[in-house]
């Protein structure tokens, strides 16, 4: 398939690159996600009011069977891309579909039409799987793939991962954390064709910044191996084998999974903690502050992060890192209706997850250089799959759990009415009460009042330790993993015999090639020197006759 090509020429990564190719390029599509990782759940209990539906399990089943369908997709996807030839590399391709993909199964997510709950159910199903099992699935793969992939260069590998990694946390951090719940939230509450509106123009537009980062980035890597006449098609068995044959990619896996599972149930948690454990329904602020908190250090991140690392290893200052996030997190846990200490414990724990926000992928692509020294293979698409895995099932699981431990706790969504005469009929008629005075409730812009309850005890301890109490474990886990991950050690030496070993092989090709053409040429010769000898010969023999 022919394709565009790409806009970076350069063998080494310059300014451009980084600005546009893994800063603002990616800045659509990881808008949408992040979005959808912070409210998604609140669409679907919130404004459909699917808690109760089939008794609660069907909000706590379907992310679990869904994501089961993502992780093998996530298999299959990884296989394309490790056996995709292509002169724009093996994931930059994918890259350039997902950019259509992504927004079109984006809005779907939201137009859940009208109609019974089982109709509910399987458009949620539906559009649930073609966004992130397919869409998104290809997206994640081929835009993970681009910092290992880009370069060979430590220091430039490191640029790229913090410049990707900003895009990431200006997402998550400024605009879904801070602008979101103190304008967006409180303008369209709990109505749905609002939530519509809003999820379309964040579809569109992740489409022209996607097409951004295909066309500014490139796979140095694939170049360089496809040059060395390097064999791709290697048995999934085989690299899984390899894969799991590595004690740092084992333990790359291991802590990953740990962390997944903290910050997704966090992430689960957030809304629904400063919703009804530290402040009021979309009040605008305390969600506001508690993202501040976080926002702040992964700003101060940029500059401090990198330099630390590379003075004392990525490893050692993320290990570092986690025994303030597991202390703060301890904080905020042990005062979890205190806003000012909790802010303070944010703001430690947050301090304490910079390294690992920034030098995540940097580290994973060590490993992934360790393992071709080690192997003699590169293959980045069944590492990159088998990392994605973990990410897409532990979403749909802890999703899972977490709709699961609100319907068991007794949850109650908020509804909306035109009236406060209205509000109040319904909370009789279900024997409510109103988290704050009806009198108090101020209308959105159209009138529309977002009436939320209070919650049982239960639900409001389950929101605590989601967003505040497992991560104070899970930051324990993670400092003792990382202390036997010293990946970094030998990696210079490693990445240069790797280099000899690419370029011993293109010589060896590019002899191979200058023998067969002087193969040739022999042959010709030879072909032509009998030719001679035969006309030679029928001429004597016609001599002869005559």
Request: net charge neutral; with cysteine; proline share 4%.
């Amino acid at each position: 398939m022919k394709l565009p090509s790409s806009a970076i020429r350069n063998p080494e990564v310059k300014a451009k690159e980084k600005w546009l190719g893994y800063l603002l390029g990616p800045a659509g599509a990881l808008l949408l996600n992040a979005v959808l990782n912070t409210y998604l759940n609140v669409y679907y209990t919130d404004v459909l009011n699917l808690t109760p539906l089939w008794g609660g399990l069907f909000l706590m089943l379907f992310p679990i069977f869904s994501k089961i369908i993502d992780a093998v997709t996530n298999v299959i996807m990884g296989q394309v891309i490790d056996r995709t030839k292509h002169k724009e590399g093996k994931a930059r391709p994918w890259l350039f579909l997902s950019a259509f993909l992504v927004p079109i199964t984006g809005v779907l997510l939201f137009t859940v039409p009208n109609g019974s709950d089982f109709v509910k159910a399987m458009w949620v199903m539906i559009s649930y799987n073609l966004f992130y099992s397919f869409a998104y699935t290809i997206f994640n793969m081929s835009h993970n793939l681009m910092v290992p992939l880009s370069t060979r260069d430590s220091k430039a590998r490191g640029g790229l991962s913090v410049f990707n990694q900003i895009t990431t946390i200006m997402m998550s951090g400024i605009l879904v954390a801070l602008v979101f719940p103190m304008v967006v939230m409180p303008m369209i509450g709990a109505d749905k064709a609002k939530w519509i509106t809003l999820m379309c123009i964040l579809s569109i537009i992740a489409l022209p910044l996607t097409l951004l980062e295909y066309f500014f980035t490139k796979e140095r890597v694939t170049e360089e191996a496809n040059a060395a006449g390097e064999a791709t098609k290697i048995p999934f068995g085989k690299q899984i084998k390899l894969l799991f044959s590595d004690k740092y990619m084992i333990l790359m896996y291991v802590y990953f999974l740990i962390y997944t599972i903290g910050t997704t149930l966090k992430n689960m948690g957030l809304v629904y903690y400063c919703n009804y454990v530290l402040g009021t329904y979309n009040d605008g602020l305390t969600q506001m502050l508690v993202s501040v908190l976080g926002g702040i250090p992964m700003g101060i991140g940029i500059f401090a992060v990198w330099p630390l690392a590379k003075k004392f290893g990525k490893r050692n200052v993320t290990m570092f890192g986690f025994v303030l996030y597991a202390a703060g997190s301890l904080l905020c846990w042990m005062f979890s209706q205190n806003l000012v200490i909790v802010l303070i414990g944010q703001f430690i724990k947050n301090v304490g997850g910079l390294p690992c926000a920034y030098v995540f992928m940097a580290l994973f692509a060590d490993c992934l250089d360790h393992l071709e020294w080690k192997t003699d293979i590169r293959i980045d698409g069944a590492a990159m799959s088998i990392y994605n895995i973990i990410a897409v099932a532990m979403v749909g699981i802890m999703q899972g759990v977490f709709n699961f431990m609100l319907s068991s706790s007794g949850y109650i969504a908020p509804f909306t009415s035109s009236s406060t005469a209205e509000a109040a009929s319904t909370l009789a008629a279900n024997n409510w009460v109103s988290q704050i005075p009806l009198d108090q409730l101020k209308p959105a812009a159209d009138g529309v009042y977002t009436v939320a309850m209070q919650q049982p005890a239960a639900v409001n301890w389950v929101v605590t330790f989601a967003f505040l109490g497992l991560e104070v474990f899970t930051g324990a886990a993670l400092v003792v993993i990382l202390f036997f991950l010293k990946v970094e050690k030998n990696l210079p030496k490693e990445q240069a015999e790797i280099k000899a070993r690419h370029e011993a092989r293109r010589s060896e090709n590019e002899g191979s090639a200058e023998n067969g053409a002087e193969a040739v040429i022999e042959t010709e010769t030879e072909i032509g020197s009998a030719a001679d000898t035969a006309d030679s010969d029928a001429n004597d023999a016609a001599e002869d006759r005559q």
